[in-house]
């Protein structure tokens, strides 16, 4: 990805409303039909970034630069970008076949042409024979077709997606993001995705923006970002993680819990005061004589697939994942290989994520519930 060209470049980002600071110096280049999604927790400045991007929004300083050119100023119609809304902004009076054509018609395309495209579009998007049907008779999923065969039917360079899937219920929701990968590189366009949901980040991107508090956090592929996360609030973002207080005693070696583990980074000054990230699903419960660390069970919850256990280690809770059943008051060992060990450099985020303590499945699916407007 790193040696494909720029098509958008936004330099030095800054926006306020009123005394609050939405985006703070904001860098990023986006690559030329590539699938880049934006995420991060409500009012983290991503839907902000989106409107910038498609002329909805000007910026307090800073440049927009689309292939080259810098395009402050420009109205939304005259960019070469178009946008996909959570709410999907369809005409109920008008069609499916009318409301794909809309924006063919506005350009004044001769007749058997629209017919061509929006023939083309409604195949893409697996809505044919669906010309004639009303927008009210449609289920959410095809409405969200509709709104993808508008929207790319113009041929814009870039497509901006605004959480475009939250209103769907799960099943559908897989299903779409798939198929948005699919139309993305079927057509070779730029997506830039918005979303709060760390799965679909994952799932659909090539490359992930972690955004919070106005600022980029982290970018980089699906993969470097879960394995690799540069700071607390990224790993806590990301999935579930452990994260500790740790001491970096010298180059493969780390120190924390109380013991001393090898692991496999370098880099950083002898004695070190660092975080250390272990992912639930790395860490093997054995018994206590064959633990690396030792501590007590306090929750065990079964997700189907696996257990999501708790365990107490000096007043630290740990979550692993595993197969393995075990039962609350167990004494269990803990043993985590080198590879399993990611260190990270202390941040304005140390010490506020990572200890299980108030952990419960209510806590967290409270913190994935937007406001119903984000008004980023």
């Not at 839907?47 to 420009?74: H, P, Q, S, W, Y």
């Amino acid at each position: 990805m790193e040696n494909q060209k720029n098509i958008i470049e936004l330099k030095d980002i800054f926006v306020s409303f009123g005394e609050e600071k939405v985006l703070d110096g904001l860098n990023l280049s986006i690559h030329d039909k590539e699938f880049i999604t934006l995420l991060g927790p409500s009012g983290c400045g991503k839907t902000t970034t989106l409107r910038i991007i498609g002329g909805f929004l000007d910026a307090d300083c800073g440049e927009v630069v689309f292939e080259d050119k810098i395009i402050n100023g420009v109205p939304s119609y005259k960019r070469q970008v178009n946008t996909i809304f959570q709410r999907y902004a369809l005409f109920p009076h008008l069609n499916v076949y009318e409301n794909v054509a809309f924006g063919l018609r506005v350009k004044k395309l001769k007749e058997n042409e629209i017919k061509d495209i929006v023939t083309d579009m409604l195949h893409l998007v697996n809505l044919d024979g669906f010309e004639k049907r009303s927008i009210s008779t449609l289920s959410g999923g095809q409405q969200q077709r509709v709104a993808i065969a508008r929207a790319i039917a113009n041929k814009p360079k870039v497509l901006l997606l605004d959480e475009p899937l939250a209103a769907l219920d799960l099943k559908l929701r897989k299903d779409m993001q798939k198929e948005l990968r699919r139309i993305q590189r079927q057509l070779g366009i730029t997506f830039v995705f918005v979303t709060h949901d760390q799965e679909e980040a994952l799932t659909m991107s090539d490359r992930v923006v972690v955004m919070n508090k106005g600022k980029i956090q982290q970018i980089g592929t699906p993969q470097d970002i879960y394995n690799e996360p540069q700071n607390a609030f990224v790993a806590d973002f990301i999935g579930e993680s452990n994260i500790l207080d740790g001491v970096m005693k010298k180059d493969y070696v780390a120190e924390f819990s109380g013991h001393i583990f090898d692991c496999l980074d370098k880099g950083f000054d002898e004695n070190e005061s660092v975080d250390v990230v272990v992912r639930p699903e790395d860490v093997d419960i054995v018994s206590v004589d064959k633990g690396m660390l030792k501590g007590t069970v306090t929750s065990v919850d079964f997700l189907g697939v696996h257990y999501e256990i708790i365990v107490d280690i000096g007043g630290f809770k740990w979550m692993i994942q595993t197969t393995d059943e075990c039962f609350v008051g167990d004494n269990v060992g803990l043993y985590i290989e080198p590879d399993a060990i990611h260190i990270m450099k202390k941040s304005e985020y140390s010490g506020l994520y990572g200890d299980y303590s108030t952990y419960s499945e209510e806590m967290d699916h409270l913190s994935d519930i937007e406001p119903e407007d984000d008004d980023e």
